[in-house]
């Protein structure tokens, strides 16, 4: 069974925000599949399974303490890293970019570098959506925490639909497969 860990940072203040869209995704495929999102406290996730094929993952730690949950997700229903997909933002990559690779580092991710730490491995699999630089002289946590803007918002529905067919695109045709289709993708601001 696949784990598909949306990263993000639990409240309403939150919802909407660039931080937030590892979160946006996994609730727009449990949405489009009409899935509801239990919270479970000793997991400190909120989680919905998809046709005992995908677990659906949001931790409620808050961003930077991702690991410890994911840790105890990994830990509860047995599964090994290699079948972790974490979803998160970037900064490196500009908005209307998505990129999946099979591991690697942080690249400064804090919640990312949480699971790293936490499960002591860079072996997992990750979807890469960006979301660009912040403008200079703005602070990178404070450009993170803010929501997309009005004209962001056709261009970041579109990523998400995007990265929800490479979600199903995981359980029926494979990591590889979906890696290569997704990554060839150009800029989809064009």
């Keep these: ?38 919270f479970e406290p ?28 994911v840790k105890k997700i990994l830990n509860k229903f047995g599964s090994p890293p ?26 400064g991710h804090k919640g990312v570098q949480s699971i790293i730490e936490d499960l002591g491995t860079e072996d997992f699999p990750r979807l890469k959506l960006g979301i660009g630089r912040p403008e200079k002289g703005q602070d990178p946590k404070d450009y993170v925490l803010s929501p997309f803007s009005e004209k962001e918002w056709p261009l970041v529905k579109k990523i998400i639909d995007i990265a929800v067919s490479a979600l199903e695109d995981i359980l029926y045709l494979g990591f590889i497969k979906t890696m290569t289709k997704i990554n060839s993708l150009k800029d989809l601001t064009q």
């Excluded at 993000?8 to 999102?37: C, D, I, M, Q, W």
């Excluded at 399974?49 to 930077?64: E, F, G, I």
């Excluded at 979803?87 to 942080?106: A, E, F, N």
């Design 1 to 38: 069974m696949w784990i598909f860990c949306g990263l993000g940072n639990p409240g309403e203040k939150y919802k909407n925000t660039r931080h937030n869209f590892g979160f946006l995704v996994v609730s727009a495929f449990a949405e489009k599949h009409k899935l509801s999102f239990n």
């Design 82 to 107: 290699a079948n972790l997909l974490v979803i998160y933002d970037d900064l490196d990559l500009p908005l209307g970019r998505i990129k999946m690779l099979p591991k690697g580092g942080s690249g």
């Design 42 to 69: 000793s997991l400190e996730s909120e989680i919905t399974t998809y046709r005992n094929k995908a677990l659906l993952v949001k931790p409620m730690t808050y961003m930077n303490l991702s690991g410890r949950a």
